[in-house]
């Protein structure tokens, strides 16, 4: 098994969110995040007053998929999520050792 996390931009989640489920994806988890990478992030004015915004609003989302399903969707979110621009997001895989399904304590995949 294998943890994929993909942060990605706000105004892609919806489309990267649709193409998961079209490939038959549907458990994740999503969290609203801030942060930056080479973005750095940028200035705005309020009130006269120059300030800089450095951490921006970006999603985060968190899917255990077994090993078979993995490639499959790292593709899907890399065409869904990628605009061509600085900030897109990235990918993160690491493997997972086991799974444990808290209602029926299931374990492995079949936790999934």
Do not use: C, W
Not at 32 to 59: A, F, N, S
């Amino acid at each position: 098994m294998m943890k994929i996390e993909a942060i990605i931009q706000p105004s892609r989640f919806e489309s990267v969110k649709d193409a998961l489920l079209e490939i038959g994806i549907d458990g994740m988890t999503v969290t609203e995040v801030r942060g930056h990478g080479r973005q750095k992030g940028h200035t705005e004015i309020y009130r006269g007053r120059e300030y800089t915004v450095d951490l921006l609003p970006k999603i985060k989302l968190e899917l255990v998929l077994p090993d078979n399903l993995v490639n499959r969707a790292v593709e899907t979110i890399l065409k869904s999520a990628k605009t061509g621009k600085i900030g897109d997001g990235k990918i993160f895989l690491s493997r997972v050792e086991e799974a444990i399904r808290i209602r029926n304590e299931e374990r492995g995949e079949s936790a999934l």
